[in-house]
């Protein structure tokens, strides 16, 4: 066949990749005869290895920081190649991570000109050039997840210290046997890649603020996402299973999906929810929790009584604690902790109601923790974007 134009001429500068078998040899290791390739994927210190190879760049590529949203001019390494100053050509691509690691999964592909040196290259790397000791835990967040046309985006929110219950607290905020159930609780996440977890209650008793404490307890292990059940019930199946496969892809950490006010996804099937409730099955101890991973935490504030009852069995839920106001000596107790005064509290009371008391002078003593303490994640989004 012949073309009306002339076919180009491609530069010698261009980075031009010869695959053999399906495995692509970087020109640079083509030209050189360093045919023997060994790849790995782990934790690598970028910093350090950018800092070796030194002069020895041939590519670097740095993108868009995600984690700081604050700042939208921050970039950090994504593509780092070159000629190793012992011998052999290396490769380091991070691309887009999970902006809640640190040290997010990177690969390494080293080229050499035996398997030996490849190997010995590797192996090098692996000893010294991977993060083993993590120190820092990054800002926390949680996620707030939405859907925008057709895709489910996720934007990212700081936990601030203040809005944290210390969980050596807990026996204050919650009452008699609360320590020994979180203790618990937290046990069976850890040991449960996905199930269902149930907290129930009258609105103003501790739901999402427990849930927002264990995004900052857990930070290391757990990635938290809020989204309120509304929105869930709009969610096609294969929208939430490409979204969950991406982000465990980029991140290690465990992931938690908190689904706020969820009475509509567990109610009795009907022919109003009956797609919803069976993908929320499927999600807790199907084949699609199974393949995501997926523990899934639903906070209600009617009876537990009214739900699904395949949602109950034991198996699929991992835990149910239902709150409701401390006792008088419980919730006194609390507030001589907070320093709300010592006046006397002679009935039971939710959270909500000992943080915002009735007394006006009381009150002012405590109006910032009034203001740190608004119920629902929905309301705190909204503080936020404001």
Request: aromatic fraction near 8%; proline fraction near 6%; charged fraction near 25%.
């Amino acid at each position: 066949m012949n073309f009306p134009f002339p076919k180009p001429k491609i530069p010698d500068s261009i980075y031009v990749q010869n695959k053999v078998c399906g495995v692509e040899i970087p020109h640079p290791a083509l030209q050189r005869g360093w045919l023997h390739c060994r790849q790995l994927r782990a934790k690598w210190d970028s910093a350090k290895i950018a800092s070796t190879i030194g002069s020895g760049c041939w590519l670097s590529h740095y993108g868009t920081d995600t984690s700081a949203e604050n700042d939208p001019g921050k970039v950090r390494l994504m593509v780092w190649v070159g000629f190793w100053p012992s011998g052999g050509f290396v490769e380091f691509y991070q691309g887009c991570n999970n902006p809640n690691d640190e040290h997010p999964l990177g690969t390494v592909a080293v080229y050499a000109g035996s398997p030996a040196a490849a190997q010995a290259l590797l192996d090098e790397l692996y000893r010294d050039y991977r993060v083993t000791n993590e120190t820092n835990v990054p800002e926390h967040r949680i996620g707030f997840l939405h859907e925008s046309y057709g895709d489910i985006e996720v934007r990212r929110v700081p936990i601030s210290p203040s809005q944290v219950i210390a969980r050596q607290d807990c026996l204050l905020y919650y009452g008699n046997g609360f320590p020994d159930w979180l203790d618990q609780w937290i046990d069976k996440m850890a040991a449960r890649r996905y199930g269902l977890s149930l907290l129930s209650g009258a609105p103003g008793t501790g739901k999402t603020s427990l849930i927002r404490s264990m995004a900052h307890w857990l930070a290391k292990t757990h990635q938290f996402y809020v989204m309120s059940a509304s929105r869930f019930t709009q969610l096609e199946a294969g929208e939430i299973v490409t979204f969950w496969a991406e982000e465990n892809r980029t991140s290690r950490l465990r992931k938690v999906l908190i689904l706020e006010d969820a009475e509509s996804v567990l109610m009795r099937r009907d022919s109003d929810n009956r797609e919803r409730v069976a993908l929320l099955l499927n999600l807790t101890d199907g084949m699609t929790g199974d393949a995501l991973g997926l523990q899934v935490v639903c906070t209600l504030n009617g009876e537990v009584s009214e739900l699904d009852p395949a949602l109950l069995r034991p198996g699929r839920l991992v835990a149910h604690h239902e709150f409701g106001p401390l006792s008088a000596v419980e919730a006194e107790r609390l507030a001589r902790h907070l320093d709300l005064g010592t006046k006397v509290l002679n009935r039971p009371m939710t959270l909500a109601e000992i943080m915002n008391p009735p007394d006006a002078a009381v009150a002012s003593v405590r109006q910032e923790v009034n203001r740190r303490r608004a119920m629902g994640f929905m309301s705190e989004l909204s503080r936020k974007s404001q």
